[in-house]
């Protein structure tokens, strides 16, 4: 059975950091890109960062700078530091599991809700 559990959410104010942790189960860790979405209310869901099994990481714009993604294989885990988090960031965050071609299966999270006040 594929888990993924997300955790390290909660409420911080604005200029402050938060770390995102997602434990994998049930499918091998290591053969899979990794990301980070978020989504706010009234809002679509976004890509926030990602990390393929090798090469560059991948960010969304607003979070260049400030957030950064990184892989634990051995431990089954992906992260995402959020530096100076800022009231737009919050959200909804999901982590996803993305397998490799050509089955390309998805997994998601269920999220862990960040909240950033002003």
């Known amino acids: 059975q594929v888990q993924l559990v997300e955790s390290g959410g909660g409420l911080v104010q604005a200029g402050g950091s938060l770390r995102l942790s997602c434990a994998g189960s049930?499918?091998?860790?290591?053969?899979?890109?990794m990301g980070w979405y978020r989504q706010a209310p009234g809002n679509e869901r976004e890509l926030v960062a990602a990390?393929?099994?090798?090469?560059?990481?991948t960010y969304a714009d607003s979070v260049k700078g400030r957030f950064t993604i990184s892989r634990d294989n051995a431990e089954r885990t992906v992260y995402l530091q959020m530096n100076s988090l800022k009231p737009e960031d919050t959200a909804v965050y999901y982590c996803?599991?993305?397998?490799?071609?050509?089955?390309?299966?998805?997994?998601w999270g269920k999220g862990t809700l960040v909240t950033v006040s002003s």
């Open positions: 049930g499918f091998t860790f290591s053969r899979y890109a």
């Open positions: 990390i393929p099994r090798g090469g560059s990481t």
């Open positions: 996803n599991a993305r397998g490799p071609p050509p089955v390309g299966m998805n997994y």
